[in-house]
């Protein structure tokens, strides 16, 4: 490994955590590019469910293999390879959105290959970030992953909500395919010395091949022996399918009928983002005995916004209670990310990442074809207050959870 220089001197660092603010950017955009530019050519909210929820469904698919290979093969090549693959897919929706008479059937090919390929990039990040930096700086460089993911949710929504209402959805897409070739690029940057593999069996290229299978059920008994671990990542495979798999569908919803259109939701949407780079300063600043207990609390400021937006409040109160939301979820990445890097080993860290991945998303597309369903059988305003009660409950769960409540992350190197 790398020295444990200063973040602010680590090339490498800035690098890696750049081309991550790219990606993530413009996966956050386009879903609500491709939300509009449907509501915008006349189709229902239930086809918006359907269209997102199919483009997430081979990277749910697809995810946990993904993560076998991140800890078999070189994580940096295959970030690099996958973020150009997204490039080329973004371009060619960009192409289709010019058409007048595309059709929900374009947008979902594309997607669901743009998901193939983001299932084999995510299980990479959190191995990277254990092979670029030292164990004393993992908790500062998740902080700045963190930030990372933060200005994504500010900057996506923004660059989606008013791209699709300045210079229309295909231009907007354009943007996005510029985004994903240069993080591409800076991952390409990187230095190979500085971004090196594991010097366990598991990390040769030129190993006998094994079973895949064998490698899954590692992964999974490495997570059930942290009952922390599964218990967050059950909590949040519910919250995806109650909370924000609905919402990606309602919220553009509502803010076209009630609030103003794609603009205003792009602008309610990046408070999250800036409640998130918030959290992640405190996480590099402010180290809780009980880390992930406690920004479980401050995730239950955020219910609130649900509420206000169910009833068509001010979009600037739905963005302050939607702020603290994003604090506390930043907050509880950071530890999330360090507790992963501190309690399993570097050789099977992708793995794990991959069923936390998966246990969080693998419910997402449901939950955006569950938000389009419902509107069929109730108003926008009810599903999301339902959304918000099971919000809370969750949250609850993870308060009362004895596991939680005990984790704790020492600030040396694991045994």
């Known amino acids: 490994m790398a020295a444990a220089y200063p973040i602010r001197y680590k090339h490498n660092a800035w690098v890696f955590i750049g081309a991550q603010s790219l990606s993530f950017i413009a996966s956050v955009a386009i879903p609500v590019i491709i939300s509009f530019a449907l509501l915008d050519a006349h189709y229902s909210g239930y086809v918006v469910g359907k269209v997102l929820a199919i483009t997430d469904l081979p990277f749910v698919f697809l995810l ?6 991140a800890d078999k093969f070189k994580r940096r090549k295959i970030a690099m390879t996958t973020e150009a693959v997204r490039a080329i897919i973004a371009f060619a929706i960009a192409v289709v959105l ?7 059937l374009d947008l979902e090919i594309l997607g669901a290959a743009s998901g193939v390929a983001r299932a084999f990039f995510a299980p990479t990040l959190t191995g990277m970030t254990s092979e670029i930096f030292e164990v004393s700086a993992l908790n500062s460089a998740n902080s700045f992953r963190e930030g990372a993911r933060s200005l994504g949710n500010l900057a996506g929504p923004i660059l989606g909500g008013v791209g699709v209402a300045v210079i229309g959805a295909s231009g907007a897409m354009w943007i996005i395919a510029g985004f994903y070739l240069a993080s591409s690029i800076l991952l390409f940057s990187l230095s190979t ?8 069996p598991d990390r040769d290229e030129h190993q006998k091949p094994v079973s895949v299978i064998r490698d ?20 949040y495979t519910a919250m995806h399918l109650f909370v924000f798999g609905p919402m990606l569908v309602l919220g553009p919803l509502i803010a076209k009928l009630y609030l103003g259109g794609p603009a205003i939701w792009g602008m309610i949407l990046a408070s999250d983002g800036i409640g998130g780079i918030v ?11 009980r880390p992930l207990w406690t920004s479980s609390i401050i995730v239950l400021g955020g219910a609130p916004a649900l509420f206000l937006l ?16 994003g604090a506390g979820l930043s907050f509880i990445g950071v530890n999330w990310e360090t507790a992963l890097q501190h309690y399993f080993p570097p050789e099977s ?5 991959a069923f936390d991945l ?26 999301i207050v339902i959304s918000g009660i099971i919000l809370i409950a969750l949250s609850l769960v993870l308060l009362f959870s004895r596991a939680v409540f005990n984790l704790q992350i020492p600030n040396r190197s694991p045994s």
């Open 98 to 104: 010019r058409e007048p008479h595309f059709t929900p």
């Open 349 to 353: 860290i992708s793995r794990v990442s």
């Open 358 to 383: 998966f246990g969080s998303v693998a419910l997402f597309p449901l939950g955006q074809a569950l938000g389009g369903v419902s509107t069929k059988y109730m108003s926008v305003g009810n599903a």
């Open 279 to 289: 959290g992640a300063a405190l996480a590099l600043r402010i180290r809780f005995t």
């Open 64 to 69: 946990l293999f993904g993560g076998v290979l």
């Open 193 to 200: 010395q500085d971004v090196s593999n594991q010097s366990s």
């Open 216 to 235: 899954l059920l590692h992964g999974f008994n490495e997570v059930k022996s942290q009952a922390w671990c599964w218990v967050v990542i059950a909590v």
């Open 310 to 325: 169910a009833n068509h409040y001010a979009p600037y109160l739905i963005a302050i209670s939607l702020g603290f939301f």
